[in-house]
Nanobody, 123 residues
Framework: QVQLVESGGGLVQAGGSLRLSCTAS??????????MGWYRQAPGKQRELVAL???????DYEDSVKGRFTISRDNARNMVYLQMDRLKPEDTAIYYC???????????????WGQGTQVTVSS
């Protein structure tokens, strides 16, 4: 199993910034991690994609965060980051790290999730 652990959430005023981090780990060396991304789920709403980044560092963003959020990754450390600037109250949600990874050379690619970190933006 691949474990994803997020950190960096918290409470911030509108217009402020937060940086989320996520580390992928396993009992052994992870064979490969393909796409990594961040999703969010606000109360009463479905989970939605915020940003994703491929192993080759191509990125894609949900329209409402374009120009405000930046996703990046450190392949050597199996980490993905989400820099969130000019935060708005509507960004309030639980943010989940996601990774598509193969644990071993014999494994199929699977989808993994972190437990989530709360981001609250006050107006």
């Amino acid at each position: 199993q691949v474990q994803l652990v997020e950190s960096g959430g918290g409470l911030v005023q509108a217009g402020g910034s937060l940086r989320l981090s996520c580390t992928a780990s396993a009992s052994g060396v992870i064979f490969s991690i393909n796409t990594m991304g961040w999703y969010r789920q606000a109360p009463g709403k479905q989970r939605e994609l915020v940003a994703l980044i491929t192993s080759g560092k191509n990125t894609d963003y949900e329209d409402s965060v374009k120009g405000r959020f930046t996703i990046s990754r450190d392949n050597a450390r199996n980490m993905v980051y989400l820099q969130m600037d000019r935060l708005k109250p509507e960004d309030t949600a639980i943010y989940y790290c996601n990774a598509r990874a193969r644990l071993t050379i014999l494994s199929t690619e699977e989808n993994y999730w972190g437990q989530g970190t709360q981001v609250t933006v006050s107006s």
